[in-house]
C-alpha cells in the first residue's frame, strides 16, 4: 500500500506541473503558476528517488498509476466522466503495475 500511494502522490506532482503551465499556455493565467509548476516538477523528480526498486522497474510501474491518475484528474478537475473504456484501460494499466512492482524477488 505504501509503494502505491507513493505512486499516486508522485503521480498528482507531475500532473499539477504540467497542467499549471498549460493554464498559462492555453487559458491565459498569469505566468506565475510556473513557480509552483517548477517546484510541483522537483517534487515528482524527488518522490521517483523513493522507491527502493531499480529505476527502470519504478518508471514502468509508475506509468500505470498514473493513467489512474490522470483517469481521476480528468474527472475531478476537468470534469469529464471517464468512459468504460477508461476504466477498463485504467484495470489493466494497475494490473501490469501490480505485475511489475510486486513480483516475486530472489
Same mark, same amino acid.
Given at each position: 500500500?505504501?509503494?502505491?500511494?507513493?505512486?499516486? @502522490?508522485?503521480?498528482?506532482?507531475?500532473? #499539477?506541473?504540467?497542467?499549471?503551465?498549460? #493554464?498559462?499556455?492555453?487559458?491565459?493565467?498569469? @505566468?506565475? #503558476? #510556473?513557480?509552483?509548476?517548477?517546484?510541483?516538477?522537483?517534487?515528482?523528480?524527488?518522490?521517483?528517488?523513493?522507491?527502493?526498486?531499480?529505476?527502470?522497474?519504478?518508471?514502468?510501474?509508475?506509468?500505470?498509476?498514473?493513467?489512474?491518475?490522470?483517469?481521476?484528474?480528468?474527472?475531478? =478537475?476537468?470534469? =469529464?466522466?471517464?468512459?468504460?473504456?477508461? =476504466?477498463?484501460?485504467?484495470?489493466?494499466?494497475?494490473?501490469?503495475?501490480?505485475?511489475?512492482?510486486?513480483?516475486?524477488? @530472489?
Amino acid at each position: 500500500m505504501k509503494t502505491f500511494l507513493l505512486f499516486v @502522490a508522485t503521480a498528482l506532482a507531475e500532473i #499539477l506541473g504540467c497542467y499549471l503551465p498549460y #493554464l498559462w499556455l492555453k487559458q491565459g493565467r498569469s @505566468a506565475w #503558476l #510556473l513557480v509552483p509548476a517548477a517546484f510541483s516538477l522537483a517534487a515528482f523528480a524527488w518522490l521517483l528517488t523513493l522507491h527502493a526498486t531499480a529505476a527502470g522497474r519504478v518508471y514502468a510501474a509508475y506509468g500505470g498509476v498514473y493513467i489512474g491518475v490522470a483517469i481521476t484528474w480528468l474527472w475531478v =478537475v476537468d470534469r =469529464v466522466r471517464p468512459t468504460p473504456w477508461d =476504466v477498463a484501460g485504467v484495470m489493466v494499466a494497475l494490473v501490469g503495475m501490480g505485475l511489475i512492482m510486486f513480483q516475486p524477488r @530472489a
